[in-house]
């Protein structure tokens, strides 16, 4: 999919394998030689790690090195197979909302349209829930981004989280994933995204259809191991253009329900866990 959109400069991030992971390193070699099949004009740029960093440091550390270059990116991991209408819709939207602090991630997931069917009227909506399996944004917005979380109040931020989220539960789910990441317990940076959104104030923009499915779910995986998942292999339908803008920014509220129960504190997020045994620290 990426040959097809054929991209003027390409940035490619991968980590190196662990120490003690059989078969890793050549695994690691494999996902590398796929790079060197370039086969339009384009300016590759490879930033391999020499030693393991992780999930949170590695995704971090080499989005730091994209947005030291360039004021915007289009972010896909290895898993995430987008439909081809996917990079349009970034692009229109990665322009339309270039200069608005208010929008900080641009989503290619739409769950709760694809398994839940609520959808909006228009080609895409607000949420407070920026999904990051395939999803774009701005330097503006990754500036100042610390996965560590350095403005976490602890205990303080419950009833932050509970006011924003409006149920205990949702409350106390996400604030034992914070602590678990802020413990290093969690090698993760997308829920310190999730966290310093709502934290900011800021929204994300979800499309009326899935426009990335996750292809990476199995024992192989490092977090989404689960192949029988309900987030795993979500079909994924192409954006009509040319796309209605929502008159507002007003986040869609049925599809934040929806979110949160089906996906978060009221379900089984990818092997996430129920939110009772993230509350009981076990």
């Known amino acids: 999919m990426i040959r097809q959109a054929r991209p003027s400069r390409l940035f490619v991030i991968a980590d190196a394998a662990r120490r003690g992971k059989a078969g890793e390193a050549e695994l690691c070699l494999q996902a590398r030689v796929v790079t060197e099949a370039i086969d339009w004009p384009c300016e590759v740029v490879r930033d391999y790690a020499g030693e393991n960093m992780g999930c949170q440091r590695r995704v971090c550390s080499g989005l730091n090195a994209v947005f030291a270059r360039v004021d915007r990116a289009i972010i896909l ?16 939207l990665l322009e339309r909302y270039a200069d608005d602090p208010q929008v900080t991630t641009i989503s290619g997931n739409n ?33 100042g981004f610390n996965p560590s979380l350095p403005w976490w109040r602890g205990r303080g931020e419950l009833l932050t989280l509970r006011r924003q989220l409006g149920t205990l539960s949702a409350a106390m789910f996400w604030f034992n994933w914070a602590r678990q990441v802020r ?5 993760s940076w997308g829920i310190p995204w999730v966290l310093t959104q ?46 209605l803008h929502p008159a507002t920014m007003e986040p869609l509220a049925e599809a934040q329900v929806w979110t949160e129960r089906f996906i978060y504190s009221g379900g089984r997020g990818p092997s996430f866990g129920n939110w009772r045994r993230w509350a009981l620290g076990k």
């Open 77 to 92: 991991e290895d898993d995430c197979l987008p439909d081809p209408s996917f990079f349009p819709y970034c692009k229109e």
């Open 198 to 243: 709502w934290h900011r104030g800021t929204l994300a923009i979800c499309p009326e259809q899935n426009l990335v499915t996750n292809i990476g779910f199995g024992v192989a995986a490092t977090h989404t191991v689960d192949a029988g998942q309900r987030l795993a292999n979500v079909p994924t339908a192409a954006m009509v253009f040319p796309m």
């Open 183 to 187: 413990k290093g317990k969690l090698s």
């Open 111 to 143: 769950f709760a349209g694809s398994l839940g069917g609520v959808r909006g009227q228009e080609s895409y909506h607000f949420t407070r829930y920026p999904h990051i399996w395939g999803w774009a944004t701005w330097a503006r917005a990754w500036k």
